[in-house]
């Protein structure tokens, strides 16, 4: 029965946040280009930060949308920053 709540999991709500903690970390890595050594403890810190939303109240489908909005947002720059960087190019 394990193995059913854990697909029921991966399913539902409770995957998305590891999703997009990945996500998160991802984009701040790129942003902040920090050493690999600290990956951990900021992804240790994301996740108390989701914990900590969560406790309050904020509802899951909220932070997952900002999230969302956010990393949109954030691949939207760079490929506008890469097309203006491949316009230069070929002039």
Request: aromatic share 12%; charged share 15%; no cysteine.
């Amino acid at each position: 029965m394990e193995g059913l709540d854990l697909l029921n999991a991966l399913a539902g709500m409770e995957f998305s946040a590891y999703v997009a903690i990945a996500f998160l970390l991802y984009g701040i890595r790129q942003v902040f280009n920090f050493k690999k050594e600290y990956e951990a403890l900021i992804a240790i810190t994301l996740g108390l930060v989701w914990v900590t939303l969560e406790a309050l109240g904020v509802p899951v489908h909220i932070i997952l949308q900002g999230i969302f909005i956010g990393f949109t947002s954030f691949l939207l720059t760079k490929g506008i920053k890469l097309g203006e960087q491949k316009l230069t190019k070929n002039k």
